[in-house]
């Protein structure tokens, strides 16, 4: 798939500070848009239905994957998250950047579909800092906590699949890398060609 705008994958274990980073570049960059996943979890805290996600049942869930709703969908820690195929396309075929905070599985699937999506993963500094964030989080019972621990060692093996690696010590450094890898991805070659066509056309390079 070729569309004008840029997709950039951002994946990393719970606790990492990932939805952070993606806030705070979000806050930044006014040409990055996000899309709101949907999952079967429950709401956490003070989660709002159509903002952090769609909150939906499992059955509804299925009932999307069969009709083909789904850009990518995957089962992460017991619960199932996708990603809505509509709702990305419409925002890169008008030539918007998307960001997507999703998992390892997901950000491969879209790989494979979308050869030109950047993939980007957040790593922690040690196990010792990561065990704190999520401790320190409060949102979550030491069970679940435990369990997405165990999950994490699973997840950071991948990294070595992804495009760029960030490592979440400092958060002002990870930001910087996060917005360097936006920029620099928009300076593509291949990616300036499929977003400012018509300068590319004027010139007479296409
Ligand atoms: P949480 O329950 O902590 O919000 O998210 C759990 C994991 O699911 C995180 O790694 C998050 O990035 C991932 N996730 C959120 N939305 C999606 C999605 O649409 N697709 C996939 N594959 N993973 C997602």
Redesign the pocket.
């Given at each position: 798939m070729e569309t004008p705008g840029n997709l950039f994958c951002v994946?990393a274990p719970?606790g990492t500070g990932?939805s952070s980073l993606v806030k705070a570049l979000l806050e930044l960059d006014s040409r990055l848009a996000v899309s709101v996943?949907h999952?079967t979890?429950r709401p956490r805290g003070q989660e709002v239905d159509g903002r952090e996600y769609w909150f939906i049942e499992e059955p509804a869930f299925r009932a999307k994957i069969d009709h083909g709703d789904f850009f990518?969908?995957?089962e992460?820690?017991g619960?199932l998250?996708?990603?809505s195929r509509k709702a990305i396309e419409e925002l890169l075929n008008r030539g918007q950047d998307v960001v997507l905070?999703?998992?390892w599985?997901?950000a491969l699937q879209i790989k494979t579909l979308f050869a030109h999506a950047v993939l980007i993963f957040i790593l922690p500094p040690g196990w010792g800092e990561l065990s704190q964030r999520l401790n320190r989080r409060g949102e979550d019972p030491a069970d679940v906590i435990a369990h997405r621990l165990h999950n994490a060692r699973t997840e950071v093996s991948q990294a070595r699949h992804f495009d760029f690696v960030i490592i979440n010590s400092l958060f002002e450094t990870a930001l910087f890398d996060l917005k360097t890898v936006v920029h620099s991805q928009r300076l593509k070659y291949a990616a300036q060609l499929r977003n400012r066509s018509q300068v590319f056309a004027a010139l007479g390079l296409v």
């Open positions: 994946a719970s990932k996943s999952t979890r990518e969908w995957a992460v820690h619960h998250y996708g990603t905070e999703i998992d599985q997901g």
